[in-house]
C-alpha cells in the first residue's frame, strides 16, 4: 500500500501524493522502469529518491524535479540540461545521468548513479579543516571535472562542499564526484537564453563578483568558487562571510581577502598556497588564472606538503635487534655471539658467585668468637673456606661475559682479613682440577 514518507499515512491506489505535506507515496513505479524506494535528499529544486531499476535489480538515485517548478517552462528546460549536460560530459570525476523521464503526475525526473559516500561539507563539519596534504588531491579531481565541463561549454556557477561528493572507489579513499549542475549555464543549441539579465544564481559564499552583480559568467565564475572552496578547504574558515546574504555578496564585490597563511598562522600554509588562492579570488575574471593553471599550481606546491607518511612502528627490543643482527652476521660471528645455549653458564656463574658472597660473608661475621669463647671449632671454617675465596680468581669468566661488579672489592679485601697461613693455599696443580669441578651447569 503506498505509505508517505513524511507522514507514514498509507493511501490506497491511484493516490500519487501525500494531501497532507505532498510528498510522493512510496513506492512509486515511474514508466514501469524505476521503483521509488526512501528519499535520499532534498533541494531547493527537486527530491532525490534511492531508487531500483525493475528490470535490472541495480539501485539507482532519481531526482526529481518539483511539481510547480516542472510545470514552469524555463526550469523544466533548465532541468533537462542539466541532465544532459551531466551524461554529455562523460567524464570520471562527474556523476552520470543515464535516463530522463517524467513520473505519472507530469514531473520531470532523471536517473544517475548511486553515490555511495559522504559530501565534501560533511566532512568538513567534522574535520573543520583538511591537511593540504589531503585537501590537494580533492581539489585537483574537481578542476578535472570542471576542466571538461568548460570544454563542452558548460559552466557549473554553484561549486561549493554540498556538491562534491567523496567516494571510496579502486583505493581511492577520497574520490571525487563533482554533482548538481541545475544551475548550470550550458551553451544552448537552440539559441535561446535560459537565465534573465540581472539574474542572481549560485551561492551567496561562493559566488564570484560578476556572478554576484547578475552580470554574464564564464569559466572564471567557477575559477573563483575553487579558489574560495580551496580557503575554506585549507583553513577551516571562509574568505568572506557577512552577516546576512546580501552582506557576504557585498564582500565579494569590494573586500580584499586575507592571505590564508595569514588568517591561520599555526597551519604553517606556504606562500605559494597564498598566491595560488588570491589569484583565483580576483575581482575581474581576466586577472584569475584559467581552470588548468590552478590546478597545475595545486599539484606544483612543495612535495614536503604531500600526505604525512604513516608513523612508524615502534622500536623492536634490544634482543630481537641482537638477534636480527645476527642473523646477518658471518657463521664465525654467530658462534661467539651471545645465544639461548649462553644462558645456563651465566645464570650458574652467576649463582656461584652468590654462595661465595654468602660463605665470604659468613666468613667475616665470626671473628669475635674467639676472643669471647676459648674453644677453638669456631677458627676451622675461614681456613676450609679460604681456597674458595682464591678459586674466582682461577674461573673468572671472560670480560664479554659480564661478570657482576659485587665480588670485586670482595677478592681486595679477602686477602687484608684472611690469616696468613700459607699451607692453607692448595697447590697449583690443584687449581685445574678444582675448575673441573666448578665448571659443569649445577642446573
Keep these: 500500500m503506498p505509505r508517505c514518507p513524511t507522514c507514514q499515512s498509507e493511501y490506497g491506489e491511484g493516490v500519487l501524493y501525500c494531501p497532507k505535506d505532498g510528498q510522493a507515496l512510496l513506492p512509486m513505479i515511474l514508466e514501469g522502469r524505476y521503483r521509488l524506494l526512501s528519499p535520499l535528499g532534498s533541494g531547493g529544486m527537486g527530491v532525490v529518491y534511492l531508487a531500483e531499476h525493475i528490470g535490472l535489480g541495480k539501485r539507482v538515485a532519481v531526482k526529481v524535479l518539483r511539481g510547480e517548478l516542472s510545470r514552469d517552462a524555463t526550469f523544466a528546460r533548465r532541468f533537462e ?28 525526473f532523471y536517473v544517475m548513479e548511486l553515490l555511495e559516500g559522504r559530501s565534501l561539507s560533511s566532512l568538513l563539519r567534522r574535520e573543520r579543516f583538511l591537511p593540504l596534504g589531503r585537501a590537494v588531491p580533492i581539489l585537483v579531481q574537481v578542476c578535472r571535472a570542471l576542466e571538461a565541463a568548460h570544454a563542452r561549454g558548460i559552466i557549473h556557477r554553484d561549486v561549493k562542499p554540498q556538491n562534491v561528493m567523496l567516494l571510496s572507489r579502486e583505493g581511492k579513499p577520497d574520490f571525487v564526484k563533482v554533482v548538481d549542475f541545475g544551475i548550470s549555464k550550458v551553451s544552448n543549441p537552440e539559441g535561446g537564453k535560459l537565465t534573465e539579465a540581472g539574474a542572481i544564481l549560485g551561492t551567496a559564499n561562493y559566488m564570484a563578483p560578476e556572478q554576484a552583480a547578475g552580470g554574464e559568467v564564464d569559466p572564471g565564475a567557477d575559477v573563483y568558487a575553487l579558489g574560495v572552496l580551496t580557503y575554506e578547504l585549507c583553513t577551516g574558515l571562509l574568505p568572506f562571510r557577512g552577516e546576512n546574504t546580501f552582506a557576504t555578496m557585498l564582500q565579494h564585490l569590494e573586500a580584499a581577502a586575507e592571505p590564508p597563511s595569514k588568517r591561520c598562522p599555526e597551519l604553517g600554509l606556504p606562500p605559494e598556497l597564498d598566491t595560488l588562492v588570491l589569484q583565483a579570488l580576483a575581482k575581474t575574471p581576466a586577472a584569475r588564472p584559467s581552470m588548468a593553471r590552478f590546478r597545475a599550481g595545486l599539484e606544483a606546491l612543495p612535495a614536503s606538503l604531500a600526505p604525512a607518511p604513516s608513523p ?46 654468602t660463605l665470604l660473608f659468613a666468613w667475616r661475621q665470626p671473628p669475635a ?30 670480560p664479554s661475559q659480564e661478570q657482576p661488579p659485587a665480588p670485586e672489592p670482595k677478592k681486595d679485601e679477602v686477602p687484608l682479613k684472611k690469616p696468613p697461613a700459607p699451607s692453607v693455599r692448595k697447590p697449583a696443580s690443584s687449581e685445574p682440577k678444582k675448575v673441573q669441578d666448578l665448571k659443569p651447569n649445577p642446573f
Design 81 to 108: 540540461l542539466e541532465a544532459i549536460a551531466a551524461s554529455q560530459i562523460g567524464h570520471e570525476n562527474i556523476v552520470d545521468v543515464t535516463d530522463l523521464g517524467r513520473t505519472p503526475s507530469g514531473e520531470l
Design 312 to 357: 612508524a612502528p615502534p622500536a623492536a627490543p634490544a634482543l630481537e635487534t641482537d638477534e636480527a643482527a645476527l642473523a646477518l652476521a658471518p657463521t664465525s660471528m654467530r658462534a661467539t655471539a651471545p645465544s639461548r645455549r649462553i644462558w645456563p653458564i651465566v645464570t650458574g656463574a652467576a649463582v656461584l658467585v652468590a654462595g661465595l658472597v
Design 369 to 398: 668468637a674467639p676472643v669471647s669463647s676459648p674453644a677453638p671449632a669456631p677458627v676451622s671454617p675461614p681456613v676450609q673456606v679460604s681456597a674458595p675465596l682464591q678459586e674466582p680468581a682461577a674461573v673468572a669468566p671472560p
